[in-house]
């Protein structure tokens, strides 16, 4: 019988389990226009799914808001990139008193399958609370694959 350490077995999972990469993401709130700017950088390491490991997929990531998943937005198509460069800025009106709710910033990764299909590759999630309201701040996201919490939901 072999033995396998806690070491080695975690090593051979990440090689069965594709790592989906992280996102560099940017803040900025201006309290007077009471507008959260929100600047997508640079993607890294980020790979399809298990069938497409070898390839890299094109790219976007689309962003909203939680609880009430309005103001859905997206930065541009970025083809075939491990690294994307993503380079979009976007808006989100909200008051201070949103940073202290239970509110929370979104981040999908979706590749581009075909002319019309999407796959929904991984997400990020920043809640509100964790961004400083006076003072820049910039993140490196680790993206998590949704295919393993749905297994672990079941």
């Known amino acids: 019988m072999e033995v396998v350490s806690d070491a ?82 976007f808006q989100f009106p909200l008051v201070e008193e949103d940073f202290s709710s239970p509110r929370s910033l979104v981040f999908y990764i979706y590749a581009v399958l075909n002319f019309s299909a999407t796959e929904l590759l991984a997400e990020a999630e920043v809640p509100l609370r964790t961004i400083p309201l006076f003072e820049d701040c910039e993140k490196t996201l680790q993206l998590e694959d949704l295919s393993s919490q749905v297994s672990k939901l079941c």
């Open 8 to 89: 080695e077995a975690v090593m051979e999972e990440a090689d069965i389990l594709p790592f989906p990469g992280k996102l560099l993401v940017r803040f900025h709130y201006d309290s007077d226009s009471q507008i959260l700017h929100v600047h997508v950088v640079q993607g890294f390491d980020i790979k399809g799914k298990q069938q497409q490991l070898e390839e890299s997929p094109d790219t976007f990531v689309k962003l909203f808001l939680l609880p009430d998943n309005i103001n859905s937005q997206q930065t541009p198509l970025i083809p075939a990139d491990r690294n994307p460069v993503y380079d979009a800025q």
